[in-house]
């Protein structure tokens, strides 16, 4: 995946090369009282807002990537919990900014897909920057298949505002100027791909520090709330031993 290389490498070179974030294609990247009728009230209302989020998602999924209405989705917030050397890291995933990103990493989590598989590749030096994961194959070219089929998701990153969210293309592809709405702060969970800003489908990596050059480039679709010291202790093949979905499973929507 063709990360770019932040201006304060030492070797840009070998940052570039390591960070290209390898795609599953296999090419280099890098108090107050309320009144029942109130309470009513609110019901419906949450009710109709995620009514509309969902027909929001499906007909932008129509209308821009073919087959994204096939994907799972995340209508709403979801936490996971996974171990890793022992400890549990929590992440709140956002499936309002990113639910199809979310979707497919919830949608992951619950199949048992990420249990048992390494962190693939840590930099941390010359400066703290992503420990990334979630390859079957360990070696950054792998991804989940399905039906015999690598199942990817496209690039889906949501502008700051009421700016609807961008599928298929960076920021700079589509001419956005404004800031994504999540952002590459440390702690931060983003999806890693290949050239083709489709490719993404299983691997991720967690931001070591704020990486504010790959905003507007790759989907950050959630954050690390608690358990950040285990993630900067992280070390190339360290495994994740298990990763499970501890609330909001129910916010996951399935096609079909």
């Avoid at 949608?107 to 079957?136: C, E, M, N, S, W």
């Avoid at 679709?221 to 495994?239: A, L, P």
């Amino acid at each position: 995946m063709l990360l770019k290389a932040p201006k304060y490498f030492l070797v840009t070179f070998l940052v570039v090369s390591a960070l290209m974030l390898n795609g599953c294609s296999g090419e280099e990247v890098a108090s107050t009282t309320t009144s029942p009728n109130a309470t009513v009230a609110e019901a419906n209302s949450d009710t109709t807002a995620q009514a509309n989020l969902a027909s929001e998602v499906k007909k932008e999924a129509k209308e821009t990537v073919p087959g994204m209405s096939d994907l799972p989705r995340l209508e709403g917030e979801a936490t996971v919990v996974m171990t890793i050397n022992g400890s549990p890291v929590t992440v709140e995933l956002d499936g309002k900014n990113a639910p199809v990103t979310s979707g497919n990493f919830v949608d992951l989590v619950q199949k048992g897909f990420y249990d048992g598989l390494t962190f693939h590749r840590v930099i941390k030096d010359p400066q703290p920057f992503v420990a990334q994961g979630g390859d079957p194959k360990g070696n950054g070219t792998g991804g989940y298949i399905a039906n015999g089929k690598e199942r990817n998701i496209p690039l889906e990153i949501k502008p700051e505002g009421d700016e609807p969210i961008v599928y298929g293309k960076t920021f700079k592809r589509a001419n956005i100027r404004k800031q994504p709405e999540l952002q590459h702060k440390a702690g931060a969970i983003a999806m890693a791909r290949s050239q083709n800003p489709d490719s993404a489908s299983s691997q991720f990596y967690f931001a070591l520090a704020d990486l504010a050059f790959l905003d507007g480039d790759y989907a950050v679709f959630g954050k690390i709330t608690e358990g950040m010291d285990v993630v900067n202790k992280i070390k190339q093949g360290d495994k994740i031993e298990n990763a499970k979905v501890t609330k909001g499973a129910e916010n996951l929507k399935n096609p079909g």
